[in-house]
């Protein structure tokens, strides 16, 4: 186990990462400790930077964004920087990664309908910041997972 966390963090982080809105009060019946510990231990988790927020899960395919993609850049080392800050401003990019191999990133994007996915790949990712892309739409999610590795 991690030498920042305990058997105590740990249990709040699963329980947490079953609920996220569980009050103090509730994590701490949960686990079978004082309140009080509960949020000194997650206002500690908080601080090592272990635990970064409470966010919603939110189902984009239900509010008509059904074209789910993932694309893989190729870009030149020096347009990263460029690329990055174009990526940032794009509320339909969701997620941003860096990698080795043979591409340098993979994003993930959303949008309501396939032009809009077109006029982004023809229009943001402009051939002065990418030497290459290659799109990959996605058919049907089989899981998508935000709860505690262990």
Same mark, same amino acid.
């Given at each position: 186990?991690?030498?920042?966390?305990?058997?105590?963090?740990?249990?709040?982080?699963?329980?947490?990462?079953?609920?996220?809105?569980?009050?103090?009060?509730?994590?701490?019946?949960?686990?079978?400790?004082?309140?009080?510990?509960?949020?000194?231990?997650?206002?500690?988790? +908080?601080?090592?930077?272990? @635990?970064?927020?409470?966010?919603? #899960?939110?189902?984009?395919? =239900?509010?008509?964004? $059904? &074209? /789910?993609a993932i694309v893989?850049?190729?870009t030149p080392r020096?347009?990263?920087? +460029?690329?990055?800050?174009? @990526?940032?401003?794009?509320?339909? #990019?969701?997620?941003?990664? =860096?990698?080795?191999? $043979? &591409? /340098?990133?993979?994003?993930?994007?959303?949008?309501?309908?396939?032009?809009?996915?077109?006029?982004?790949?023809?229009?943001?990712?402009?051939?002065?910041?990418?030497?290459?892309?290659?799109?990959?739409?996605?058919? /049907?999610k089989w899981r998508?997972?935000?709860?505690?590795?262990?």
């Amino acid at each position: 186990m991690n030498k920042q966390i305990d058997d105590t963090d740990m249990a709040i982080l699963r329980a947490l990462s079953r609920n996220a809105r569980a009050s103090y009060r509730e994590v701490a019946n949960e686990i079978k400790a004082a309140v009080g510990t509960v949020q000194h231990r997650i206002q500690k988790l +908080e601080e090592k930077g272990i @635990l970064c927020g409470f966010q919603p #899960v939110i189902n984009y395919n =239900r509010l008509g964004y $059904d &074209v /789910d993609a993932i694309v893989a850049l190729e870009t030149p080392r020096e347009s990263h920087e +460029e690329l990055d800050k174009v @990526l940032k401003k794009n509320k339909n #990019v969701k997620s941003i990664y =860096r990698t080795t191999g $043979d &591409v /340098d990133m993979f994003i993930r994007v959303q949008f309501k309908e396939p032009e809009d996915l077109y006029k982004f790949l023809m229009n943001d990712l402009n051939d002065k910041i990418i030497k290459r892309s290659k799109t990959y739409v996605v058919l /049907d999610k089989w899981r998508s997972d935000t709860k505690l590795l262990e």
